[in-house]
């Protein structure tokens, strides 16, 4: 069974930096695309960054351009999302994402709270 496990969420002041890790299990993670959303309270859930595979292409929602790098460890099946100068406006729960047979698989979500 697909697993995605996120962690690295937490408080934060504004400015500051936090690394999220998504660990991935049960199936070929070196081969598929792995993303990053984040969803708001009272807001959609909205793709923040992506990995293709082997890890040669990236791309980012405009809103974190230049603040976040998206990267992937194939031999330990884990990607991450490094975020710098944090804004209150990236304060959400942060998901790990990737699609496999034609199914959408999420892990349970890592809260990041950036405030003073």
């Known amino acids: 069974q697909v697993q995605l496990v996120e962690s690295g969420g937490g408080l934060v002041q504004p400015g500051g930096s936090l690394r999220l890790s998504c660990a991935a299990s049960a199936f070929p993670f070196g081969l598929y695309t792995m993303n990053w959303y984040r969803q708001a309270p009272g807001k959609e859930r909205e793709l923040v960054a992506r990995t293709t595979s082997p890890g040669d292409s990236t791309d980012y929602a405009d809103s974190v351009k230049g603040r976040f790098t998206i990267s992937r460890d194939n031999a330990k099946n884990t990607v991450y999302l490094q975020m710098n100068n944090l804004k209150p406006e990236d304060t959400a729960m942060y998901y790990c994402?990737?699609?496999?047979?034609?199914?959408?698989?999420w892990g349970q979500g890592t809260q990041v709270t950036v405030s003073s």
């Open positions: 994402n990737v699609r496999w047979i034609q199914r959408d698989y």
